[in-house]
């Protein structure tokens, strides 16, 4: 069973930076693909970011582009997100996720869909 558990949160200057962290336990981390999920307050959880079990193929919705971004590193079973340029509109709880699904291959992903497994989510704010 893969638990997921995140940190790096706080509270950030528009046009700060952040990095968020997921440490993942459990089970293997390497043939996953993982993603990056946001909810603000009063909105629908979305996927922002996505990477591929190896970390070649990367995905992000439009209004992240450009100013996240997404890395893993398999053999300390970490993912992280980077972000930058951080506005109010970035504030929200961050989830990493993955589905159960295993890839042999690295394939690329999509930001989104359903998942299996979920962390519990850390809060970034972001003041103006």
């Known amino acids: 069973q893969l638990q997921l558990a995140e940190s790096g949160g706080g509270l950030v200057q528009s046009g700060g930076s952040l990095k968020l962290s997921c440490t993942a336990s459990?089970?293997?981390?390497?043939?996953?693909?993982l993603h990056w999920f946001r909810q603000a307050p009063g909105k629908e959880r979305e996927g922002i970011a996505c990477?591929?079990?190896?970390?070649?193929?990367?995905n992000y919705v439009d209004s992240v582009k450009g100013r996240f971004t997404v890395s893993r590193d398999n053999a300390k079973k970490m993912l992280y997100l980077q972000m930058d340029n951080l506005t109010p509109d970035d504030t929200a709880v961050y989830f990493c996720?993955?589905?159960?699904?295993?890839?042999?291959?690295?394939?690329?992903?999509?930001?989104?869909?359903?998942?299996?497994?979920w962390g519990k989510g850390t809060l970034v704010t972001v003041s103006s």
């Open positions: 996720a993955s589905t159960k699904a295993l890839w042999a291959l690295p394939a690329p992903c999509e930001a989104g869909g359903a998942m299996n497994y």
């Open positions: 459990g089970s293997t981390l390497e043939y996953r693909i």
């Open positions: 990477i591929s079990s190896d970390g070649a193929y990367t």
